[in-house]
């Protein structure tokens, strides 16, 4: 049964007199520790010195320290890394100064899905992850609303690890948008799933398919860039504020019939399947240890395809053609 949590279910003075420690000061990283900061809580920052972010966190008032020094400092410890260098802090800094009482915080769980990081069991383990980038939930914040979240408890040591979740939540003012239930698992794989058959593999490839099909039959690859990659976002926009069928009734009656008629021609039988086995290479671990083994080799196929897919010819016009629309630099 679907679980949501909201401010009457979270109690912020249970963090009052603990500390949090924020493992990386990127966009999610800073978004969090200002809103927790603004919340009234203790808040302790760790970045690289000399990186920009680094500088980031002093203008924002922030005396930024070592990963060692933040996870000694902190009761709750927020790693907010890139998922490739987690296991790796955590097991230099992290570890060797984690005691029984303290909790772990993560907003995804890849690391602890996959085993690269084994907590000892005294320790609390759980996850809150926003569904948006920091910088939106740091403006939600700022307006008095908040991000829509995903709690979940991998290892409740203390018997009062949810508690201390939905309070760490509440601090984001996630729980005035709602606090969805979850599992480590179910959050991963998703996300994963999300990720690569949809959101960042489905569409990229699509659309660069749809440019690809236009130009080799003649069209102008300005054209092509407009009509399959441009448009996209008023799509995505009409999806996201009203959904597929609220944006069939935003387009043209030809535009939707040749959604309804055409989609299905484009995703088959064949692509469900396909979907599936990425499923499947996500669920048993597969996908996760090429991409820890890519980590680890010195990411030769990886920069490779970047560059493969920074040399394609939509790259080169649709530079052109962003110089063109002013309103949309920032």
């Known amino acids: 049964m679907l679980k949501i949590y909201y401010d009457k279910d979270a109690d ?23 809103c927790l900061r603004d919340s009234g809580l203790r808040v302790v920052v760790s970045e690289m010195a000399g990186t920009p972010n680094y500088e980031l966190a002093k203008q924002d008032g922030f005396v930024p320290v070592s990963a060692e020094e933040a996870a000694k400092a902190g009761d709750i410890i927020q790693i907010l890394t890139q998922d490739h260098v987690q296991a790796k802090v955590y097991k230099e800094s992290i570890k060797p100064n984690l005691k029984k009482g303290k909790a772990l915080c993560f907003s995804h769980g ?37 991000v829509p979240s995903l709690v979940a408890i991998y290892q409740d040591a203390t018997g009062d690890a949810l508690k201390i979740a939905l309070a760490y939540a509440k601090g984001l003012r996630a729980t005035r948008a709602g606090v969805i239930e979850t599992t480590f698992d179910e959050e991963t794989e998703t996300d994963l799933f999300g990720e690569q058959a949809v959101l960042c593999g ?10 690809d099909t236009l130009v080799d039959a003649g069209y102008q690859p300005e054209i092509a860039y407009f009509e399959v990659l441009h448009e996209l976002k008023l799509i995505t926009d009409l999806i996201q504020e009203t959904g597929i069928s609220g944006m069939r009734r935003r387009v ?22 396909t979907m599936q ?7 048993t671990g597969k996908f996760a240890r090429e991409w820890i083994k890519e980590n680890e080799t010195g990411r030769v196929n990886f920069d ?27």
């Open 12 to 34: 912020l003075e249970i963090l009052k007199d603990k500390t949090i420690a924020i493992i990386g000061y990127g966009i999610q990283g800073r978004g969090q520790a200002l």
């Open 110 to 146: 890849f690391n602890i899905r996959f085993k690269q990081i084994k907590p000892p069991k005294n320790v609390d383990v759980f996850m809150v992850a926003p569904k948006g980038p920091g910088a939106l939930v740091r403006r939600m914040y700022e307006e008095g609303k908040g």
């Open 202 to 211: 489905g569409v990229t490839e699509m659309i660069k398919a749809g440019f």
């Open 252 to 273: 043209s009656n030809t535009a939707c019939y040749g959604d309804l008629t055409r989609g299905p021609m484009i995703i088959t039988e064949k692509t469900r399947k």
């Open 277 to 283: 086995k990425i499923l499947k290479s996500i669920k």
């Open 304 to 330: 490779r395809l970047m560059q493969a897919g920074d040399t394609h010819k939509i790259e080169e016009v649709g530079k052109k053609l962003r110089e063109m629309m002013p309103w949309m630099k920032k």
